[in-house]
């Protein structure tokens, strides 16, 4: 119960922050615009991969690294994907 509800807070966070970055609207002004659940699936997939970062990290073998690292990482591994799929050209 606690996992599901921390999921739903943390996807109402990138949500929200997508949003902000102009997803919504750059989205409907693609040519060719993918279906309305873009943004949530992006949503839901940011935050798996943020869980998984984490989870990562925490393991003995990992757990010497900073937290600049692994932002670092989870930027390098998120950011080019989100900028793709929903049109972004803001920094994330």
Request: hydrophobic residues 50%.
């Amino acid at each position: 119960m606690a996992r599901q509800e921390t999921m739903r807070w943390l996807r109402s966070l990138v949500d929200a922050e997508l949003a902000r970055l102009g997803a919504d609207r750059r989205k409907r002004d693609r040519e060719l615009a993918r279906a309305a659940g873009d943004v949530a699936l992006a949503g839901r997939w940011v935050v798996g991969a943020f869980t998984t970062v984490i989870a990562w990290w925490v393991e003995p073998d990992n757990a010497d690294r900073t937290p600049k690292d692994v932002d670092a990482a989870f930027h390098a591994l998120v950011v080019p994907g989100l900028r793709e799929y929903l049109g972004l050209r803001s920094t994330l």
